[in-house]
């Protein structure tokens, strides 16, 4: 998510080298219908980029696609899975996506760059993840315990970094207190605890109903719901967004419109369908790690982070601000215009289609 100065007291622990792409590739979209991969072809390309594209907070975008729901808008949709969040916003300020799928915070930490973007629709009403302390840190026991500790994040400047940051401040602990240490996620962020390289650590699911099947870790701080959220920072926190490039969006209003429709079209199906009935629309290589009944459970676990309505939840913006400001110099002492960040307007049309329909 961002860079900041801030950082130079993390600790980076993790060899986690990822191939660096040169050039924008998308994933391949083979599960899709037939007739609509045929159909797509004919139709105006968009491109959406993410990083990590197996992560449950994206499922509305892999959903949307594979289900077909941006073919019957009228567009062929493809996904770049890129190696991480500065390749993905680069790839959206460069042209080279018309869409990145990433928290909501970008765009304030954008906007401080003098770079306009805004979120069209939000995914998820909360960040979806939780704050863990490893099973054999009995000491630990809330994020207030966590003073010149070491604690897994995703990557530095990543939300899970961000979040880290800010649980530690919220508790009184001071940022030159704060210890993050770059372990990604998965096999990485459990080898992490395993060795008593971290003390507690910041992830998402599956890797967090991993860590609990091993009783290697134990929660914190459970930001997976609206309710938890507010808890553990004081106010709703946004997750993942789709964002688009302000200046593109005015010029393509109804292509916007469209990736919206669809979007919002699948946080509805997602709302009225289980766990297990989602991932049966899922690429089995999402869950080849942990397997699909633990991923399964894992969305369970998971499911109030996710945004029916797909609108800005009420102070939200407030409430992200306040978290930037206090861990981010890029965002402090900048004048932010919050009403620039997002807006309903879309979603609130794809309600109104979708009741009309």
């Known amino acids: 998510m961002r860079h900041t100065m801030w950082q130079k007291k993390i600790v980076i622990a993790a060899a986690t080298a990822v191939v660096a792409t040169g050039s924008l590739t998308a994933c391949s979209d083979s599960t899709s219908d037939a007739s609509d991969a045929a159909s797509a072809g004919s139709l105006p390309t968009v491109t959406i980029a993410l990083s990590n594209q197996a992560n449950q907070s994206y499922l509305p975008l892999i959903l949307a696609q594979r289900m077909g729901f941006f073919t019957k808008q009228g567009l062929n949709v493809k996904i770049a899975n890129l190696q991480g969040t500065p390749q993905v916003s680069d790839a959206l300020l ?11 915070d970008h765009n304030l930490d954008l906007q401080a760059k003098g770079k306009d973007t805004q979120a069209v629709v939000q995914l998820l009403q ?3 993840m939780v704050e863990m302390a ?3 840190e009995p000491s630990i026991t809330s994020p207030a315990d966590l003073k ?21 401040v919220h508790n009184n602990i001071a940022v ?12 990485t962020f459990v ?6 390289r971290v003390d507690a650590g910041v992830t998402t699911e599956p890797t967090i109903s991993t860590m609990l099947k091993k009783h290697q870790g134990t929660i914190i701080a459970d930001m997976r719901t609206l309710a938890g959220t507010k808890a553990a920072l004081g106010g709703p926190y946004p ?26 079209q699948t946080l509805q199906w997602m709302e009225s369908h289980s766990a297990a009935e989602i991932t049966a629309q899922v690429p089995a290589d999402f869950y080849s790690g942990p397997g699909k009944d633990q991923y399964t459970q ?5 499911m109030g982070m996710y945004n029916p309505t797909g609108q800005m939840p009420a102070d939200a913006p407030q409430t992200v601000l306040r978290v930037l400001n206090a861990v981010d110099p890029a965002i402090k002492g900048h004048t932010i215009d919050l009403s620039k960040t997002y807006t309903d307007e879309y979603v609130q049309k794809a309600a109104q289609s979708a009741s009309g329909s």
Not at 148 to 168: C, F, P, R
Not at 191 to 196: D, I, S
């Open 176 to 187: 030159s207190d704060t210890h993050l240490v770059a372990v990604a996620a998965g096999a």
């Open 239 to 264: 997750g993942t967004a789709l964002t688009v490039k302000s200046s593109w969006a005015a010029g393509h209003k109804d292509t916007v419109q469209k990736m919206v429709n669809a979007i919002y």
């Open 126 to 128: 909360a960040p979806g």
């Open 298 to 302: 894992a969305l369970a676990n998971e």
């Open 148 to 168: 010149g500790k070491n604690i897994g994040v995703t990557s530095l400047g990543s939300a899970s970094a961000t979040i880290g940051t800010y649980l530690a």
């Open 94 to 104: 460069k042209g080279q996506a018309q869409g990145m799928i990433g928290f909501y």
């Open 134 to 136: 490893r099973a054999n």
């Open 191 to 196: 080898a992490a605890f395993q060795h008593n």
